[in-house]
């Protein structure tokens, strides 16, 4: 799944936790986005980056881990 990797390193996000998140995505048949399932898998963050900063990149790793979910569930 290149299209994945892509993901996990244009975000830099935990590769061994992101690819657990989307295998338990396609077993449940849902991605959850609520409370801290995304921000496990981003890098950590620094107390001194605004609060919105990390919010809109949570949101933009959560809109791209459902694009690909979306892109793929249909044909498993």
């Known amino acids: 799944m290149l299209e ?5 390193e ?3 996000l935990d590769e061994v936790a992101t690819r657990m998140f989307i ?5 449940d048949g849902l991605i959850r986005t609520e409370g801290v ?3 496990r898998l981003m890098p950590p963050k620094s107390m001194f980056t605004p609060d919105n900063e ?4 949570k949101q933009k790793v959560a809109d791209r881990l459902k694009a690909f979910f979306d892109r793929f569930f249909s044909l498993a």
Do not use: K, P
Not at 4 to 8: G, K, M, R, V, W
Not at 23 to 27: C, I, L, P
Not at 54 to 57: K, N, T, V, Y
């Open 4 to 8: 994945l990797q892509q993901i996990i």
């Open 10 to 12: 244009d975000e830099n």
């Open 23 to 27: 295998d338990q995505a396609f077993r």
């Open 37 to 39: 399932s995304i921000t």
């Open 54 to 57: 990390h919010g809109i990149s």
